[in-house]
Structures are given as C-alpha cells and as structure tokens.
C-alpha cells in the first residue's frame, strides 16, 4: 500500500470507528487460567460442523465430504450422502439436527453441489433422517445459482427459530461484484425457509418482483459463524472481511449490510475498496476486527458451568488460533479475551446440552473446554 492510501485508509478507519460508535476493544490474555481442555475426538483434518443429539452424543462434518456420529467414545460414519462438490473453501459444510430431533429423527446440512449446469458448485442445503448410520429420505431444499469454479466463499452455518424456521448462509462466492447487492442473484446472503423447505410468506422479499424469495438479508461477504441470543432471540452472525473488517451483525429482515459498497477492510494487496464505511440504509455491524481475525464458528454460552462466562460470546479465529471470548453489554462489545492461545485454528465453537463448549480445530479435532 502506498503511504496516501494508507494515511487515507487510516483516516477514515478512525473516522468510521467513532461513527460506529466502536470503543477500542483490544484483546487481552486471562489474568487467570481456570479452565483446561481435552481432546474427544483427535485427528479431524477440518472439522466444520458439529450438532450435538444429546450430552454424549453428536454429528460433526468434515469438510473433504463425510459426516460422523460420536457416541460414548465410539464413531460412526453416516452413509448416504450426496455428490459433493470439494474445492478450496467448498465441501461438507455445517450440520444442525432438528429441534425435535428425537421424534423425527431428521437433520440438515450444507455442502457445496455440483449439481447445476454450470461447472464448479455452489452451496445447498439438504433435509434428512438419520437411521441407523444412514441418511432416508433425502431431500434438496434450496441450491445457491449460478455455478463456479472459485473455491472461496460458501459459507456456511445453519440455524433455526423458535419457529423451526431454518436459516443458512451463502457466501459471495468470490463475486463481490455481482452476487451480494443483487436480489436476483445467490451469494452473499442469509436465507430462510420452513422446515419442509417452503419460502415462508412473512419472508421480507416474498412480495416483491425479485427471483430469490428465500432471502432473508443480504449485501455479506462470506459469514461462518451464526448463532441465536438466548436473551432477545436475534440471529446474529459473524462474517469475514478482506483484510481487516471482520464484522459481527444481528440479521434483521430485509436489511442490507453492505458489502462491498460500505466496508472497514482493504482488499488483500492493500487498494482501497471503497472509501465508504457507512450509507443509507445501509446496516453497521456491532463490532468489526482490524486486523482480521478470520472468525468462525460461533456461539453464546448459556450455562453455569464456567465462573463467569455465562452470556458471553465465544468466536474461533482461524489466523490468530484462538478462542475469543467476548463480553457483551447488551449488543455492545466491552471486552475480548483469548481462550485457549495458539490451540489451532479454531473452525468451530458450539455449546453442548449440558452446557460445555466444544470447539473444533483444523488437525487437532474437537476438544471439549473443562472448567478447572
């Protein structure tokens, strides 16, 4: 970057920070070290997604195409699943059992397809049971158009409402030009659908004159983490920037967040993308990471098992190979602390039923945080 761009990106990074109201919220290392760790599953290569069935049981992904079942120490591979489409960031993304998982027995999950006329793939999401170690009546609910042959930016994360609605993200599948603004378009998106697969009639678009119904917000570059309040309900998600300009946003109907007209990153050689941090109707994310920390996988912490951590927001930084910790007033992020520093890249937190986090680490495989 030449010295005027970057006197100029710093300008409008501290402008846009006091605009944003952003307080500055540098990470810190605990002052006290009252946890520990360990492994429950060793070795997973990438470790996307993870759902737990009960306190001793769960489904987690691996992203080079597979999903297992981890029961009491043992572990199963389920059968059944779909061609997948494995490319750089694309293949077998999250996984989410349904709320009433133990009458229907049913699951989601998201991958990127080939299936489409275009080569390369895209993101879908899929429907089925799980019985006894295979996938039944499987079912295509929704795939991202058009197909390509980039490997970057599929999302994904997977999460329901009260409602058994179903959310699921699509990055901006490396067309930041296309894809996020354009209502017509796939990528760059939040989606929602009933659980059988329809568009629901109370989506924000399912009036409108556009193609893509299912779109609940958009105008993201490529969210991976996503999770629901347990005080207010909200969906809120984290998505990556370019470089520098993480953000974390609460998904409200219809809205759009920006990208790429507003953002607080640069591109990855140091141009400017844009020199508009904020717009019209254009939404602010409540907390945005410069430098990036390349954020993934996401999840409050509900319980009393851990002194002090309950409500917090817990995010994976893939860079930095951390567990962040974050501590919230409100919507307001007032501090952020490393859990378990330098553990690996942490691709995924999520709270179990009895209120223990897991995280799932490239290599390493997923570990489950003991309090001391």
């Known amino acids: 970057m030449s010295m005027k761009n970057y006197l100029f990106f ?32 060793p070795d997973v290569d990438i470790p996307w997604g993870l759902s737990f069935i009960s306190e001793n049981e769960f489904l987690y992904t691996e992203k080079s195409g597979q999903i297992f079942k981890y029961n009491k120490g043992e572990i199963s591979e389920i059968k059944g699943l779909p061609d997948i489409y494995v490319r750089g960031q694309g293949g077998l993304l999250d996984i989410a059992i349904h709320p009433n998982y133990k009458e229907n027995k049913v699951i989601f999950f998201t991958a990127s397809s080939p299936l489409g006329e275009e080569k390369g793939g895209n993101t879908a999401l899929w429907k089925a049971q799980l019985k006894n170690n295979n996938l039944e009546n499987l079912k295509l609910l929704y795939k991202g158009e058009e197909n390509s042959t980039k490997g970057q930016h599929f999302g994904s994360r997977i999460i329901f409402d009260k409602m058994n609605n179903v959310y699921f993200t699509i990055g901006d599948r490396g067309n930041r030009d296309k894809n996020p603004q354009d209502l017509n378009r796939d990528g760059g998106k939040v989606y929602r659908l009933t659980e059988n697969g329809e568009i629901p009639e109370t989506n924000p678009f399912f009036d409108k004159n556009i193609s893509k119904k299912a779109i609940y917000s958009y ?14 309900g909200d969906i809120w998600i ?8 993480d953000e974390i946003n609460i998904v409200k109907p219809g ?18 993308i844009t020199d508009q941090t904020e717009a019209p109707d254009m939404e602010q994310p409540i907390h945005y990471w410069i430098p990036s920390i390349a954020p993934s996988g996401m999840s409050f912490s509900t319980s009393d ?5 309950k409500n917090n927001l817990f995010v994976g930084s893939l860079i930095f190979e951390y567990l962040e910790r974050i501590v919230l007033d409100g919507s307001k992020v007032v501090e952020r602390i ?35």
Not at 305 to 309: G, T
Not at 341 to 367: A, H, M, Q, T, W
Request: charged share 20%.
């Open 305 to 309: 098992v851990y002194p002090n951590w």
């Open 219 to 232: 105008g993201h570059r490529n969210p991976q983490g996503m999770t629901r309040n347990p005080t207010t």
């Open 10 to 41: 710093l300008l409008i990074t501290v402008f846009s920070g006091i605009s944003c109201a952003q307080e500055d919220t540098e990470i810190k290392s605990p002052k006290n070290i009252n946890y520990s760790y360990e492994i429950v599953v």
């Open 255 to 272: 809205k759009n967040y920006g990208w790429p007209k507003i953002t607080y990153g640069v591109n990855y050689s140091g141009t400017i």
């Open 338 to 372: 490393k859990v378990l520093d330098k553990i690996g890249r942490v691709r995924n937190v999520v709270e179990s039923p009895n209120g223990f986090l897991y995280i799932g680490v490239d290599g390493k495989g997923i570990i489950k945080i003991l309090p001391n």
């Open 238 to 245: 984290h998505e990556h920037g370019p470089k520098g300009g």
